[in-house]
C-alpha cells in the first residue's frame, strides 16, 4: 500500500471539482493518490464571484454571522468591516483548544480532499489561493496534525479544522505539519513547498473550520475498510461451510428470487459462487439428503440463512455509503453565498447528522458480523455440531495434551462482546447546553465514526483469528474426505485462493499429512494472529483473494 506520507504518482489523479467523489476516490486519496483541482472556467468563477460578493457585502456593513458578527450564542455583537480579517484569524486560533491522540494520516487526508471539495462548489466566499494549498499539501506528503478529539459534529468539525486551517495558512508555529514523515511547524513546511503564510480574510476561517469534512473523512474510510472486511467475512464462511459439510443449495437463485432483497440476491449470489466446484458441500438437489440418514438434512441457521442474516448488512452498508457520498460532495458550512439571488442563507448544513448516524448504523452493523462468525466457530470446534471433526480443531490427536484451537476461540469470545458493544448509538447522547445553548442538538459524528474505526480494528483482529480456523478446518476435513490435509484439492477453487492466501501469510505450505496446526507447540499462535492482521491491514494476499468477492457485494 502507498505510504499517505509519500504519495503514489501512479495512482489514478482524484479531480477535486465540489461534486463527483466516490468512497473509492477518498479512500485512494487517503492512501496517497494525488489530487487536482477542477480548472475549468464555471468552477473557477463559481468561488471568485463569491469572494467577491463576501468582500463587497463586508465593505457595505451588512450584517453577516460570523462575519461581521462574532459566533454562536455571541452573534448578537456587531464586527465592524475593518475588523472582519482579524475576526476570521482569532477564530482558528480560539478553536485551537484540544490535545492528546492524533488522527491518522489518512484520516486527515481523507479530511483535507474533502473540505477542498465542500469550498470547491463555490458558495463558501474563500480565496481560489487558500483551496490550492489543499492540493498542493496532498500532492507534496503534508499533513497537518489534528486532534481526534473536540469536535461535537453540530457546527461542524470546528475545533479539528481549526488545526488543519492554521497548517495551511502557516500563520503560527504552534500548528505542526507531517510533511513526508518529518514533524515541523507549519511555517517551516510552508518555505519547503515554496509557500509564504497566508493571513485569512472576510469568511475565511470559517469557511475552513465550519464544515462536516473531518468525521466525513474518518466515515468514508471506515466505509472502505468494512466493504473489505465483508468480502473477507464472507470467504470465510464459505470454507466454514465446506468444512462442515454443508450444503450450497440454501444460496439457489429460485429461494431468493422469491425474497429478492438486493442485499439478499446478492449475498447468495456470491456465495454460490465462492461455493462452487466444492468436493467438500452435499448436493441437496440431487439425492445427497439420502445419504445424510442420522444427520439434519438441512443446515443450521447460520449457515442456510446466512444470505437473510447479512443481507440486511450488504444493504445497511451500501446505502450508509450513499448518504456519505452525499456528505462529502456538499457544501456544509455557514452561512452559504447565493451570488445569483443575491443573498446570503443561515443555514444548518454543518450538522453531522448523516454521519453520526450512519457511522451508529455501521457499528452496529459490525457487532452482528462477528456475532455470526462466533456462532459458526462454536459449531466447528464441538464435536457435537461438526460433522465428525475433532474437538477444538486439534491436530494431531496422538498427542494427549493437544488442545487445538481453543485458545484462539477464546481470545475471539474477549473481541467479539467488544465489538457487539461499540454497536450502541452515540448521536442519541448529544448534550443539549453545548455552547450557550446555541448547539442544543449536535450530532457526536466525529465521536461516532472514531468508535467505527475503533470497532474496524477489532473486527480486523477478529477476521485474523476467524482465517486460521478455516485454514485448520479445511485441512482436517479435506484429510477425513481426501485423505490429504493439504485442501486446495477439495475447496472450491474460489475458496482454495484464500486458503492458499493465508498459508502464504504464515509462510507454511500446505501438507499431506500435517494440518496448519498439528502440535500445540509446534508455533506461536499469537505470531500467527499478528501476521495475518498485518497482511489484513497492509491489503496484500488476502486482499488479493478477495477483490471479487468486494467488487460483486458493493456497488
Not at 178 to 206: C, F, H, N, T, Y
Not at 270 to 293: C, N, P, Q, W, Y
Not at 301 to 329: K, T
Request: charged fraction near 15%.
Amino acid at each position: 500500500m502507498p505510504s499517505p506520507a509519500n504519495p503514489e504518482r501512479t495512482a489514478p489523479m482524484i479531480t477535486i471539482s465540489g461534486s463527483d467523489l466516490r468512497i473509492a476516490d477518498i479512500a485512494a486519496v487517503a492512501r496517497g493518490a494525488p489530487v487536482r483541482l477542477a480548472d475549468d472556467a464555471d468552477t473557477t468563477a463559481r468561488i471568485e464571484a463569491s469572494r467577491a460578493y463576501i468582500q463587497d457585502a463586508v465593505d457595505a456593513g451588512r450584517a453577516i454571522y460570523g462575519v461581521t458578527t462574532l459566533f454562536g450564542g455571541m452573534a448578537d455583537q456587531y464586527i465592524p468591516p475593518e475588523l472582519a480579517a482579524q475576526l476570521q484569524q482569532n477564530l482558528v486560533f480560539h478553536l485551537s483548544a484540544t490535545a492528546g491522540d492524533l488522527l491518522p494520516v489518512p484520516d486527515v487526508r481523507a479530511a483535507l480532499l474533502l473540505r477542498a471539495n465542500s469550498l470547491m462548489r463555490g458558495v463558501s466566499g474563500i480565496r481560489l489561493e487558500i483551496l490550492q494549498r489543499f492540493a498542493t499539501f496532498l500532492n507534496a506528503g503534508a499533513t497537518p496534525l489534528v486532534h481526534e478529539l473536540g469536535s461535537i459534529g453540530a457546527s461542524g468539525d470546528l475545533i479539528p479544522l481549526a488545526y488543519m486551517a492554521g497548517a495551511l495558512t502557516g500563520v503560527s508555529a504552534d500548528y505542526k505539519v507531517d510533511l513526508r514523515g518529518q514533524v515541523m511547524d507549519s511555517p517551516a513546511a510552508l518555505s519547503q513547498l515554496g509557500l509564504k503564510p497566508i493571513p485569512l480574510a472576510a469568511k475565511e476561517g470559517l469557511a475552513l473550520a465550519n464544515g462536516t469534512s473531518v468525521c466525513t473523512g474518518v466515515a468514508a474510510n471506515c466505509l472502505d475498510r468494512t466493504r473489505y472486511l465483508l468480502a473477507i467475512a464472507l470467504g470465510v464462511h464459505a470454507i466454514y461451510i465446506q468444512a462442515l459439510t454443508g450444503t450450497a443449495h440454501s444460496f439457489d437463485p429460485f429461494i431468493h428470487e422469491h425474497k429478492p432483497h438486493p442485499g439478499q440476491v446478492r449475498t447468495a449470489r456470491e456465495m454460490a459462487r465462492l461455493l462452487a466446484g466444492s468436493k467438500l458441500t452435499f448436493d441437496a438437489v440431487h439425492g445427497d439428503i439420502e445419504s445424510r440418514r442420522g444427520r439434519l438434512v438441512q443446515d443450521r441457521y447460520s449457515l442456510r440463512c446466512l444470505p437473510q442474516f447479512l443481507g440486511p448488512i450488504i444493504d445497511g452498508v451500501n446505502q450508509i455509503a450513499g448518504s456519505i457520498e452525499i456528505e462529502a460532495n456538499s457544501a456544509n458550512d455557514n452561512p452559504l453565498i447565493d451570488v445569483a439571488g443575491d443573498f446570503i442563507h443561515h443555514g444548518g448544513n454543518f450538522l453531522a447528522q448523516y454521519t453520526a448516524v450512519g457511522m451508529d448504523q455501521l457499528r452496529y452493523h459490525l457487532g452482528m458480523v462477528a456475532k455470526h462468525l462466533d456462532v459458526q466457530i462454536a459449531l466447528l470446534v464441538e464435536p457435537a455440531f461438526n460433522n465428525g471433526l475433532p474437538p477444538c480443531l486439534v491436530g494431531n490427536p496422538e498427542h494427549r495434551t493437544n488442545l487445538g484451537l481453543k485458545a484462539l476461540q477464546t481470545a475471539g469470545n474477549s473481541i467479539m462482546p467488544l465489538i457487539s458493544w461499540y454497536g450502541n448509538s452515540l448521536a442519541d447522547r448529544f448534550p443539549t447546553h453545548a455552547e450557550q445553548f446555541n448547539q442544543n442538538v449536535n450530532s457526536q459524528g466525529m465521536g461516532s465514526a472514531l468508535l467505527a474505526r475503533r470497532s474496524l480494528d477489532l473486527l480486523e483482529h477478529y477476521l485474523a483469528n476467524a482465517l486460521i480456523f478455516a485454514v485448520q478446518a479445511a485441512d482436517l476435513r479435506s484429510q477425513r474426505v481426501a485423505g490429504t490435509c493439504d485442501a486446495r484439492g477439495t475447496l472450491s477453487p474460489a475458496t482454495a485462493a484464500l486458503y492458499e492466501a493465508v498459508r502464504a501469510v504464515l509462510e507454511v505450505p500446505p501438507s499431506d499429512s500435517r494440518p496448519l496446526i498439528f502440535d500445540d507447540r509446534d508455533q506461536f499462535l499469537g505470531g500467527y494472529v499478528a501476521r495475518v492482521i498485518g497482511d489484513l491491514r497492509a491489503r496484500a494476499h488476502v486482499a488479493a483473494a478477495v477483490g471479487t468477492v468486494t467488487a460483486n457485494l458493493f456497488h
